[in-house]
């Protein structure tokens, strides 16, 4: 233990006397999340037309309502999927969907009384952009199926109060008509946003989240160059010179990593609580519980990245392209939700993506401390498998280290 | 105190080290002489645990290193041939590191770091960061950084590789007063001057294999006329004169650059001899020259080739 402690201690101290990388690591990550918070509040518009996912309810059931869900179902860039409400209502209150359609009993009625539509759309006002373009989907859709339905019912209605006319040949002649006098207002889904109360601000979360986790792949990576440097130098194999395991070495610098990983983080969302106003105690142990299993996840990436690489040059290569592909891909760039759904099912491999959702449950979706353990234990899970990786790399590569 | 017996280390199809036996004493200065590649190097990182021998026994003060690595490397030092240190940290801060590795109490840390940056003349540059320091004072922080937790037996690879003579002179008196203060020291260099200054038994290397072993006299003993006599006169030699020489030296005596050279074995007797003959011929003598054979000559005459090379 006195080995892995001097070496840790060593490994802080050259951290703290290298100034570049002390800005590096903390100045550098601060600046990043302004910018990226700025970028992301003025940035929510438009989008690519990515499949958008809907979970659809259906407690009306009938002929009219059937027919609706077979016309959104046939709709070009949507993925419908039935459920019952209170499965719609947790996968948009968990931030599985952004958003569900919910078809209240009565449905079919209201179009014939022609009164506002048993329609309502739930959704997360943090997913704001791809609600934004599923609204108007659906609405394109909706709008002339039931307001050709409710236009022939108020017609058919007029026809017989104001002409006396009965209701098979009012119907028979709306029927010659067509639809083309059939026009009714558009109907309007309600719209209720599904959770009850939101403290922060959604650009600022991704901003902080996904900057923070990706300038960590980078100064963790940037650490684990450390055991490389000690190779050149010639102290790596002074080290293994001295009574005490190999083991210990590359474990004395993954805590290291990891504390300096602790430490970054931590002041990351510091100073999106002191500059932007983050409501960091909402959770404080779902955070804490967060920021280790990724800063712990982080460092033994960097601990493996630096066991396989055989030189500096090839850390470098190595590191920027998995970290830049984990990060656009894994929503440190862009939110995952305005991805391709294949890009969104490549996310699930990355660090990146099981870290930023776990804040977003914390400080967007307001969950409790339970739901980020399934966040966390897959990070630390990731961590265990690659510092296990790690170690056998390092124990194999000894030689080839000296 | 240190045993080696047979030891075989290939790389592949590259053997390193070929059948290496050699013994060194309690107190004893050992130095292994040889050119780059001559397996020095990998003699130590065996005798250190850094790498398994194929073959062979070792011994180091009773422990066997590759079953009881731990404990023998907790009592041996070893002054690697790179200056193995934290630029960015201070001399002290270095001494801290290396040396605390080896479960020295604090204050044993604090009291033996002192002593170490008094002993290599840098107390006072203690807490300057390493980047500021010479090459020779480096190398100097090198060698405290492995002899502070008091080794039985201190490894030095080359450790005065790549600096100024005077530097390199400061080392040379560290080494000779851990000597004397009888530390068993393993010294590898393929400079001749600090093996014949430093060590009390040389062992000469090449291609993996020990050559020769022995004291410088020893070693100088071991090959023929190493040394010189170069006689300078200030008249041509005569007939009888050349004769007489030749007559006496035999085939030891030849004529080179206008100048008499005499191969000996025994320099004072041959210097008598030629002064004794040279009054007789009533001949003057401009210039007398005496080469003393070195590990340089050993080096050739035992493997053909220069030490250099």
């Known amino acids: 233990m006195k080995g892995l402690r001097n070496i840790l201690h060593k490994d802080l101290l050259l ?28 940035s929510v518009s438009g989008g690519n037309n990515p499949v958008l996912s809907l979970v659809l309810t259906d407690l009306d059931q009938s002929t009219a309502s059937r027919e609706l869900v077979t016309r959104l179902d046939t709709l070009r860039g949507l993925r419908l999927e039935e459920t019952a409400e209170a499965n719609s209502r947790d996968a948009v209150a968990k931030g599985r969907r952004a958003a569900a359609l919910i078809i209240h009993p009565g449905f079919a009625d209201s179009l014939q009384m022609g009164s506002g539509t048993a329609l309502e759309l739930i959704y997360d006002s943090g997913r704001s952009m791809e609600v934004g373009i599923l609204a108007q989907l659906l609405s394109a859709s909706i ?10 019912a108020r017609a058919k209605r007029q026809m017989m109060q104001q002409f006396g006319m009965d209701e098979s040949t009012a119907s028979s002649l709306l029927a010659q008509m067509g639809t083309a006098s059939a026009e009714g207002p558009p109907p309007a889904f309600r719209t209720s946003e599904i959770s009850a109360e939101r403290n922060n601000d959604f650009s600022l979360i991704q901003a902080v989240a996904g900057t923070a986790v990706m300038l960590l792949l980078f100064s963790v990576a940037g650490m684990g160059a450390g055991l490389l440097s000690e190779r050149e130098s010639g102290t790596l194999k002074k080290l293994l010179y001295a009574p005490i395991s190999p083991m210990i070495i590359l474990t004395g610098k993954f805590s290291a990593s990891l504390l300096i990983a602790i430490a970054q983080l931590m002041l990351m969302f510091l100073f999106a609580a002191l500059a932007f106003g983050l409501d960091l105690g909402r959770n404080i142990p779902a955070l804490l519980l967060m920021i280790f299993s990724t800063a712990m996840v982080c460092a033994s990436l960097g601990m493996l990245l630096a066991s ?95 | 105190m240190l045993q080696v017996t047979a030891l075989h280390k290939a790389y592949g199809p590259i053997k390193a080290v070929e059948g290496l036996s050699l013994h060194i004493a309690q107190g004893e200065c050992y130095a292994l002489l040889g050119p780059n590649g001559a397996g020095k190097t990998t003699t130590i990182n065996v005798l250190s645990g850094l790498l398994k021998p194929d073959s062979g026994t070792l011994r180091i003060a009773g422990l066997d290193p590759l079953t009881q690595k731990r404990k023998t490397q907790s009592i041996i030092g070893v002054v690697p041939q790179e200056i193995a240190l934290y630029e960015e940290l201070s001399a002290r801060q270095n001494l801290h590191f290396w040396a605390g590795l080896y479960g020295l109490s604090k204050e044993e840390l604090k009291r033996k770091t002192n002593e170490a940056l008094q002993r290599i003349g840098l107390l006072d540059r203690a807490d300057h960061p390493m980047q500021s320091f010479s090459g020779g004072m480096k190398r100097r922080v090198n060698i405290a950084a492995a002899i502070l937790h008091q080794p039985r037996i201190l490894f030095m690879d080359e450790p005065t590789v ?26 590898t260099t393929h400079y001749m001057e600090e093996a014949e200054r430093l060590c009390d038994r040389i062992g000469i290397m090449d291609r993996g294999t020990l ?18 006599i170069s006689v300078e006169c200030s008249a041509p030699i005569g007939q009888k004169a050349a004769g ?15 100048s008499l050279v005499l191969q000996t074995d025994c320099i004072q007797q041959d210097i008598s001899a030629l002064m004794q003959l040279f009054a007789e011929h009533q001949l003057a003598i401009q210039h007398l020259e005496v080469s003393q054979s070195d590990l340089e000559s050993v080096f050739l005459e035992l493997t053909g080739r220069e030490l250099r090379d």
């Open chain 1, 143 to 152: 709008s002339p199926y039931t307001g050709a339905i409710q236009g022939q």
């Open chain 2, 244 to 258: 007489q020489l030749s007559l006496q030296f035999a085939h030891r005596i030849q004529v080179e650059a206008g």
């Open chain 1, 15 to 42: 951290f703290a006397a290298d100034k570049r990388a002390i800005a590096l690591t903390f100045l550098l990550p601060i600046a990043l999340i302004a910018i990226f918070y700025f970028a992301f509040g003025g």
């Open chain 1, 308 to 402: 396989i690489a055989r030189s500096r040059k090839q850390l470098d290569g190595m590191s920027t392209m998995l970290i830049l592909t984990m990060s656009a891909i894994g929503g440190s760039m862009m939110p995952v939700v305005f991805m391709p759904a294949f890009l969104q099912k490549l996310a699930l491999g990355t660090v990146n993506y099981w870290s930023i959702q776990g804040f977003y449950d914390i400080y967007w979706r307001n969950l409790p401390f339970s739901a980020v353990l399934d966040n966390a234990g897959i990070l630390l899970g990731l961590s265990l498998v690659l510092m296990t990786i790690s170690a056998l790399m390092f124990r194999r590569n000894l030689d080839r280290l000296l």
């Open chain 2, 211 to 228: 050559i020769a072993e022995g004291s410088l006299r020893e070693l100088r003993a071991g090959v023929s006329g190493q040394s010189k």
């Open chain 2, 162 to 187: 790549g600096i100024d003579p005077q530097s390199r002179y400061h080392i040379y008196e560290l080494i000779e007063e851990l000597h004397a203060e009888g530390m068993t020291i393993l010294y």
